[in-house]
């Protein structure tokens, strides 16, 4: 069973400072996706990520992905306060499936 | 029209109501889903549908009816549900199905609340 786990759960951080949600799946998949999500809202599309080695970057957020590994990262730099959201990598598992994970809640203050 | 619409964006209902929820979108994709959210958990998927017709059903309640009356549309109904239903149901789409997932697109979502 593919299982996908995030870590932290929650991250509390200060403005201008810099971190790394980490999202680590069961099986294998050379499929990543990286989704955000504000409270009471829907999810929008940050980063798919197709290959090993695989690195995007958006602002200040850079995915990457290691299959070998089964690993993925989001690394948030010089935080900002309309960066505090939760944040989703899920998994395609088959061919119709995405296997989300268990996010990650950002705050950032001042 | 790059964009998944979900009607109505809040629902409140009785146990003893049939309700139903809807999803569309006009981007051509092939292959629509519906999720469940429940607060601060990750989406949770229920149905899948795939040129039209349902291919995967995650061991989902019967009072949960999915419906897909052609490739733009996609329906759930409601009857004789719980409050532990009580969730945001978010549709998505993706242009094709089979092979490698393409990016999901999801839809606003629908706040259901069962009173």
């Known amino acids: 069973e593919l299982k996908v786990e995030q870590n932290p759960l929650f991250l509390s951080m200060q403005e201008g400072k810099n971190y790394t949600i980490y999202c680590n799946y069961s099986t294998t998949s050379d499929r990543l996706y990286w989704y955000r999500q504000d409270p009471g809202k829907s999810l929008e599309s940050l980063f798919v990520l197709l290959s090993n080695g695989a690195v995007k970057q958006e602002g200040r957020l850079m995915a990457s992905l290691d299959t070998k590994a089964r690993l993925s990262t989001l690394h948030i730099t010089a935080a900002v306060h309309d960066l505090s959201a939760t944040y989703f990598c899920a998994v395609a598992r088959n061919t119709d499936k995405l296997i989300f994970g268990t996010g990650t809640r950002l705050q950032v203050f001042p | 029209d790059t964009e998944v619409t979900q009607t109505p964006k809040h629902l409140v209902m009785g146990m003893t109501n049939k309700k139903s929820l809807k999803c569309e979108q006009h981007?051509?994709?092939?292959?629509m889903y519906w999720y469940k959210q429940k607060a601060k958990k990750p989406p949770e998927l229920m149905f899948v549908y795939s040129y039209e017709k349902l291919s995967i059903n995650e061991s989902v309640p019967s009072r949960f009816s999915p419906e897909c009356p052609n490739s733009s549309l996609l329906n759930l109904h409601l009857h004789a549900l719980q409050p532990e239903d009580s969730a945001l149901y978010l549709c998505?789409?993706?242009?094709?199905?089979?092979?490698?997932?393409?990016?999901?697109?999801f839809g606003p979502g629908t706040r259901l609340t069962v009173t």
């Open positions: 981007m051509g994709h092939r292959a």
């Open positions: 998505a789409s993706t242009p094709s199905a089979g092979g490698a997932l393409p990016e999901q697109y």
